[in-house]
């Protein structure tokens, strides 16, 4: 089965930046099309993103064009989700999720989500 | 982008009754339509894909129907672990985009 590690809880200052990291195993990591989302507390899902790792193709939400970065490193198996300047309302449960060998975006697999909290 | 809208936002049902969740997009998805169920502090869980599909491992009670801009998530008996919050997200347009849940608890 395809699990999805992610990296721990972070503290942010307003106006930083935040990196979170999601590992693939124990599949060929170019297999899958790898989501971002993110949950603010108490509240619905919100798509971020999604790189393609065969060729680093990315796509990313209106919301966050020009603040965020979604990476892949084959070597490691790893996607790699950066948002800069981050608000105060960045702060959410961001969560790396995918569909195994398949473009379609709904999401079978999913990282246990990464807490980030920014205060100022 | 596609507004997707459940309703209710909260259903009180008890063990053992029928429960039924709608959601309904601002455009057509075909049937590019996909619900999930989350419980407090974990990721959601893929239950339908296809509007109808069930996904690996979920128990036949949960079913999916509609097409177009309406959709239904069915669930037949409800266990006591079925309460919790529901989801629909559709992907047929960019960005994929969920609906603000429906909270199902416990009468």
């Known amino acids: 089965e395809v699990q999805l590690e992610q990296s721990g809880a972070e503290v942010k200052n307003v106006g930083s930046t935040m990196k979170v990291s999601c590992r693939v195993s124990?599949?060929?990591?170019?297999?899958?099309?790898m989501h971002w989302l993110r949950q603010a507390p108490g509240k619905g899902l919100e798509w971020v993103g999604v790189?393609?790792?065969?060729?680093?193709?990315?796509k990313y939400a209106e919301n966050f064009e020009g603040r965020v970065t979604i990476t892949a490193d084959t070597s490691t198996d790893t996607t790699f989700l950066e948002l800069s300047s981050l608000r105060s309302e960045d702060t959410a449960i961001y969560y790396c999720?995918?569909?195994?060998?398949?473009?379609?975006?709904?999401?079978?697999?999913w990282g246990q989500g990464t807490l980030v909290t920014v205060s100022s | 982008e596609n507004v997707l809208t459940q309703s209710p936002g909260t259903l009180s049902l008890s063990p053992g009754e029928r429960a039924t969740l709608s959601c309904r997009a601002s455009q057509s998805v075909t049937t590019y339509l996909a619900w999930y169920q989350q419980k407090p502090g974990q990721a959601p869980r893929l239950l339908i894909y296809?509007?109808?599909s069930r996904a690996t491992g979920i128990p036949d009670r949960f079913s999916g129907s509609g097409s177009g801009t309406d959709f239904t998530l069915t669930i037949s008996r409800l266990e006591p672990e079925d309460f919790a919050v529901y989801y629909c997200?559709?992907?047929?347009?960019?960005?994929?985009?969920f609906g603000q849940g429906t909270k199902l608890e416990i009468k």
């Open positions: 790189v393609d790792p065969e060729d680093a193709d990315t």
């Open positions: 999720a995918t569909l195994a060998g398949s473009s379609l975006a709904y999401f079978e697999y």
């Open positions: 124990p599949y060929n990591f170019t297999y899958f099309y």
């Open positions: 296809g509007a109808s």
């Open positions: 997200q559709q992907h047929g347009s960019s960005p994929p985009t």
